[in-house]
């Protein structure tokens, strides 16, 4: 057993080397947006003229953003020397990384749900408070409608063209107010602007109503 590992281990580094003699020969750089000639013989430990010739530049001073450039220089080769003694890393890093995706997943995926089991909820307590407001309307609405429909039979029998003396209409109200216009439409609307100025509420007119016999 301890032959086998010597020899896999001798093997390893055998590879290790070829490699870093194969990249220490040339590397390839394209040119991004910002770099100069200047900062790449400095980022791969170069020169001017080297980058020049392996490239044959007219004007050295002249790259484009994409352009390919063979750079000859020991950075690779470090890189490449760091990248191959340690493949037992790489493999644990890729691993662990696997392992923190799935537990974010999952993570999210447990919030998400917890998130949609609380949405639900206020959903059907709006829906709730909703309908108890319709019933609450409905219920005001008629009791609006019973007391106006309660002082209109008290004052005229419900009746748009009954009189007494300058008290007009439905709900008997002064000439003045209706401005000459009898009309049961407008009998309407100045009875409910009268009352909504002066009670608030027919139901309100209807308790002074039942207190004085007038509203």
């Known amino acids: 057993m301890k032959i086998k590992n010597a020899l ?5 580094a055998t590879a290790s080397l070829f490699a870093i003699g194969a990249t220490a020969q040339a590397a390839t750089v394209t040119v ?3 770099d100069t000639v200047s900062q790449i013989v400095l980022d791969h430990n170069t020169t001017v003229d080297a980058i020049q010739q392996a490239n044959h530049l007219k004007d ?3 790259i484009l953003v994409g352009q390919q450039l063979e750079v000859n220089g020991d950075d690779s080769a ?5 990248q191959t003694s340690q493949p037992a890393a790489t493999t644990q890093s890729s691993s662990q990384t696997t392992n923190q995706a799935s537990q974010s997943q999952t993570s999210q995926s447990s919030q998400t749900q ?3 089991t609380q949405t639900s909820t206020p959903a059907a307590k709006t829906t709730t408070q909703q309908s108890t407001s ?4 409905y219920s005001n609405n008629s009791s609006e409608s019973a007391a106006k429909a309660w002082i209109a039979n008290k004052e005229s029998g419900g009746s748009y063209s009954a009189r007494n003396g300058q008290y007009i209409g439905k ?3 002064s000439a003045s107010y209706l ?3 009898y009309s049961a439409a407008n009998q309407e609307r100045v009875a409910n602007n009268y009352v909504a100025s002066r009670y608030g509420s027919w139901a309100n007119a209807k308790s002074h109503w039942l207190a004085n016999n007038w509203y």
């Open 78 to 82: 470090t890189t490449t020397t760091t």
């Open 171 to 173: 709900y008997q109200l």
């Open 134 to 137: 319709s019933t609450s309307n």
């Open 179 to 181: 401005n000459g216009d």
């Open 60 to 62: 050295v001073n002249l």
């Open 32 to 34: 991004k947006a910002g």
């Open 8 to 12: 896999l281990s001798t093997a390893a």
């Open 114 to 116: 917890s998130s949609q």
